[in-house]
T-cell receptor
Framework: KQEVTQIPAALSVPEGENLVLNCSFTDSAIYNLQWFRQDPGKGLTSLLLIQSSQREQTSGRLNASLDKSSGRSTLYIAASQPGDSATYLCAVETGANNLFFGTGTRLTVIP | EAGVAQSPRYKIIEKRQSVAFWCNPISGHATLYWYQQILGQGPKLLIQFQNNGVVDDSQLPKDRFSAERLKGVDSTLKIQPAKLEDSAVYLC????????????FGPGTRLTVT
């Protein structure tokens, strides 16, 4: 069964710092990997989707990489802002079209 | 483009009562998902529809949970009777089709069972 782990569980950084969030998964037979953002009391917002054949995706200050063979993905956030404070979830989609989520990293950016 | 709509946003019920949640996906999205997110955990898939057919309900507790998507658009998720451990946020998501397309999530319904 696919298991997704995110480290760290929580992270606090001062505004302006670059940071990296980590995601690992146990079964490399994935269809794609998505990074989501979740604000308190709200649903999930998709940030980046990386197909299994891709190595990375970029959107603005966000860059996500995927190393399928080692079962790892990273989300890099450049020049962090207080508005980036949220919980970041990664999820892998298997051939059965199921999304398996990690437990998330709660990010706090301190002004 | 309107997003995924869910109602109600919050619901408090006593154990053994029944409750229903409603979801309206993004127009044109054939695939609809219901997830359960317990506090401090990532969402867990309960059921996936492709149009009005069930693709995967392997993690749906069928003795108390049911879901339908009769016309291939809106969907309802029902719990009867509710247990304390059903307290969670229930998220609905939709996508154009399973696999290569992003899933778009609604705001969720926060259920508290007392």
């Amino acid at each position: 069964k696919q298991e997704v782990t995110q480290i760290p569980a929580a992270l606090s950084v001062p505004e302006g710092e670059n940071l990296v969030l980590n995601c690992s998964f146990t079964d490399s037979a994935i269809y794609n990997l998505q990074w989501f953002r979740q604000d308190p009391g709200k649903g999930l917002t998709s940030l980046l989707l990386i197909q299994s054949s891709q190595r990375e995706q970029t959107s603005g200050r966000l860059n996500a990489s995927l190393d399928k063979s080692s079962g790892r993905s990273t989300l890099y956030i450049a020049a962090s802002q207080p508005g980036d404070s949220a919980t970041y979830l990664c999820a892998v989609e298997t051939g059965a079209n199921n999304l398996f989520f990690g437990t998330g990293t709660r990010l706090t950016v301190i002004p | 483009e309107a997003g995924v709509a869910q109602s109600p946003r919050y619901k408090i019920i006593e154990k053994r009562q029944s409750v229903a949640f409603w979801c309206n996906p993004i127009s044109g999205h054939a695939t609809l998902y219901w997830y359960q997110q317990i506090l401090g955990q990532g969402p867990k898939l309960l059921i996936q529809f492709q149009n009005n057919g069930v693709v995967d309900d392997s993690q749906l507790p069928k003795d108390r949970f049911s879901a339908e998507r009769l016309k291939g658009v809106d969907s309802t998720l029902k719990i009867q009777p509710a247990k304390l451990e059903d307290s969670a946020v229930y998220l609905c998501a939709s996508s154009l089709s399973p696999g290569r397309y992003e899933q778009y999530f609604g705001p969720g319904t926060r259920l508290t069972v007392t």
